[in-house]
């Protein structure tokens, strides 16, 4: 949650608020880590990342402890909530809007030709307060920052200044804001531009035409170049002002008609097309414009893009004009701009000879070309913005079409940027496009076929069309040979060409892709493909790829810039079916470099297990492990609540991770499951868990580790008792016992007998149960660890309640719980605490009963246990029963069905549906 109050300025000289009360930081490291923090108000910004803005090349010896007491004195000027700390770094807790700079980007960011534009842009205005970062003394922050902040702000003044060109308006506050920009950057020849004109449109025409002359000199003199098309055609303006300009006259060509063919049998994207259609909602556009059309390899940007061109095309009196930039063609290099441009301007009447010979030329030529006309230019399959950027018109009412997969977000200019992502089709249309390719060939096929050929293509209209495309040359009809070979993942790009057409290639188009990636992109794109999970977080990826959280974001993003990943929530990346397929071909070709990766993903998960189960309370574990594999940095956690967030995100992960380290036999296959053991049986999750367990057990039997053998029964004998079958689970635990004997394992066998002695309760030996805890407290005692000590006091406490010995029970739970208290393990307090609700309740002390289910509830629920939660609710039941509160007891009983129906958990020895229903039915109406 944010901070309601706090403000940061940093637009001028740098300032702090709390609810409008200035708050003095001087300290200068403060204010620098402040700032820093600020720039990414929201986001977790990493530890390394943090060390370097605040020391630089100088960093102590120990950077954690001198950063965490740094955090610490500034959550002491602040407030303790605001700075908070995550897995990979920190965090300001705080909205963007309460950064002054990033408000100020936010309100820059608004579209072109949008209604609210001008008093955004003035609003964006009124934040500046002078040069940023004054007062904070950060030659790091100021390099990365201010370059970008004070670009943004050049753009909010030349779109300014086009307001009051386009309505022939002036402002002093506008023209000192020019004069001064112009002053400080005396080569940005767009603000030159506009100045000048604003100039002339307030009556200073010649002063503005003497300024003209004082750029060219110092372009001339610092340059050896002459001034740009843009300020050259503000003179130009100047000129033909004063009666002084020249009407320059060019051949036109009859209408261009260069679309190229409409797309057959269309499919979906009709919010797409609505989204396009809303931008000429009164017929034409208001300024140039541009929609940037991107996405993946194969998703069909050209044929939405043709389809809607046709439908516009009676929009654009003067024309329709395409240029194939050629950005991925597979075996081509992308085309120049020039030559592009060298097209174009052939065809819309210009002859050759007239041409300029240089970019900068043929650019300013078109430019004044398309000035007075209304064309539609779809520039198709462009490799980036710089490609794009020479070939858009500045005036008039064109609209420009761009298709790459390439986000193109450099893309930026005065006139207003569409931007329209293409993912997959939904499932419902894909099946409609194979049915119609089917059907126009005389084809049907069953609709489970239809389905699942669509969902192995992974919805992906390249993959669609070559499979139907394959489909109709079935000599048998019935797909089922097609089908048979698409479901091998590894034939399934095989499957999706043909012939020799590299355009009719799904491994083709991916390659392609694939082949402009940067070195280090590349090797992340063929890591991601070897990951166990279909999708992985930030942290995962910086253990795959062996760096930093901040450079694997960093290469994430490039990948997602290109489409090849897709951030599906914030923070965590997946690729679809078919990508993921050539990413395991790529990264098949360097398995060296891939089974690295892997054995350091494999550390990752179970470190990043360790410590979320450490911080949840959950006993050390029975076991050894090796030492961690260099440069991995597990996930660490402050609260129990953030470690068990950790495990629901990364759960089906974990799962994967375990089922990958089986295939290939190594120990993280059973190390990993017993470190999410305590999380999956305290959430219900079973049958994940059993399955799990017997792959784990597994293959420490196959790498003969008896101990781990050992380990992985105990939990899955009490995963059996949870189930109910408590035969069962005593069969676990003697088998393990008699191993962790075998191996003098101490630890494992004071937990092997708890649980044991736990099992001949559920069994109704409690006698039997209270010998079996005995033994355990006792052989518990030469660890030395209150915690498992205090557990086994506790189950021995339960054993009292079954026989009645409410006393007793009283007695050894309040031990337990002291023991607990002792050694910070407030999961196992809360435990205790729930058994000494029941001894109190079975003595008639209801009141004293119902704190101690309220303490253990409150426990539960904060860190995320729903199943202690809903356990320990059912026993608050019955003592509010007793105690005549009704109300509350059929409160708790409801909460308990409730969290029963979230969780999916089925019945158990401990806790029955049917029971809750009865204790329900018999409390009267309130």
Known sequence: MAVSGLEVRVLGPFGVTIDGRPVEISSTRLRVLLATLAMSAGEVISTERLAAMLWGQQVPADEKRGL????????????????????????????????????????????????????????????????????????????????????????????????????QRDSEVLLADLQEACAHHALRETTWARWLLVLGRSGRREEALDRYEEVRARMADQLGADPGPELQAARAELLAAGGMGAVVTSNRAAVPRQLPANVVRFIGRAAELTRLDRSLADGRPRAPMIAAIHGTGGVGKTAFAVHWAHQAARLFPDGQMYVDLRGYAPADRPRSAAEALDLLLLGIGFEGNLVPSDLDGRSALWRTALSGRRVLLLLDNARDAGQVRPLLPDRGSSLVLVTSRDQLRSLSSPRRVERIVLDRLAAEESRELVSRNLEAEGIRWPAASVAELAALCADLPLALAIASEHAVRDPAGSGE????????????????????????????????????????????????????????????????????????????????????????????????DLVRIHAIEQSARLPADRDLALLRVFDWYLRSA???????????????????????????????????????????????????????????????????????????????LFRLHHLAISVAEKLSDSCAVALSLNQLGNVHNRLGKHGLAKLHFERALDLFEGVGNIRGQSSVL??????????????????????????????????????????????????????????????????????????????????????????????????????????????????????????????????????????????????LDEIGGGDTGELRRDDLKTLLATLPDS
């Open 481 to 576: 040979e097609l089908l048979d070979w698409l479901r091998d993942e590894q034939d399934r790009l095989d499957a999706l060409e043909t012939g020799g057409d590299p355009l009719a290639s799904v491994r083709a188009v991916l390659t392609a892709s694939y082949e402009v990636l940067d070195t280090e992109a590349a090797r992340t794109y063929r890591l991601i493909g070897s990951h166990p999970s279909a999708d992985l977080g930030v942290p995962a990826a910086a253990a795959l790829t062996g760096t930093t959280c901040a450079v694997a974001r960093s290469l994430l993003d490039r990948l997602q810039n290109m489409h090849l990943v897709q951030e599906r929530e914030p923070g965590r990346y997946s690729m679809h």
């Open 68 to 167: 965490q007491t740094t955090i610490s004195r500034l959550r002491g000027l602040l407030g303790a909530g605001i700075v908070t700390k995550s897995a990979c770094g920190y965090l300001l807790r705080c909205r963007r809007e309460q950064v002054d700079a990033l408000r100020f980007a936010e309100l820059a960011a608004i579209p072109p030709g949008d209604e609210h534009e001008r008093i955004r842009l003035e609003q964006a205005r009124s934040l500046w307060r002078g040069t940023p970062f004054h007062g904070i003394d950060s030659p790091r922050l100021v390099e990365l920052e201010l370059p970008r902040i004070t670009e943004t702000y050049l753009a909010v003044l030349d779109r300014r200044a086009d307001f009051a060109i386009a309505e």
């Open 610 to 688: 360790l410590n979320a189960r450490a911080q949840m309370g959950f006993p050390e574990l029975p076991t050894d492990f090796d030492e961690p594999q260099a440069g991995v940095l597990p996930a660490t956690f402050e609260l129990a609540s953030d470690a068990s967030g950790w495990f629901d995100q990364e759960r089906s992960a974990l799962a994967a991770t375990v089922h990958a380290a089986s295939r290939a036999e190594h120990p993280a296959a059973y190390r990993i499951t017993q470190a999410a053991n305590g999380y999956l049986f305290h959430r219900g999750m079973l049958d994940e």
């Open 754 to 899: 708890s649980n044991l002695g736990s099992t001949l309760r559920m069994l109704g030996r409690a006698d039997s149960a209270v010998r079996r805890h005995r033994t355990a407290i006792e052989i518990g005692r030469l660890l030395d660890d209150p915690a498992e000590e205090g557990s086994s006091w506790n189950n021995l406490a339960m054993s009292y309640v079954e026989l009645g010995a409410y006393e007793a029970a009283s007695d050894t739970a309040q031990k337990a719980i002291e023991l607990c208290e002792v050694a910070g393990n407030q999961c196992y307090v809360s435990f205790a605490r729930d058994t000494l609700g029941q001894a109190l309740a079975g003595q008639g002390r209801y009141a004293e009963a119902m704190l101690e289910f309220g303490q253990a509830i409150s426990f539960a629920s904060a860190a995320g246990d729903q199943w202690h939660e809903c356990t320990t609710l059912a026993q608050a039941a019955t003592a509010q029963a007793g105690a005549g509160l009704i109300v509350e007891a059929r409160r708790s009983v409801l909460q308990a069905l409730e969290i």
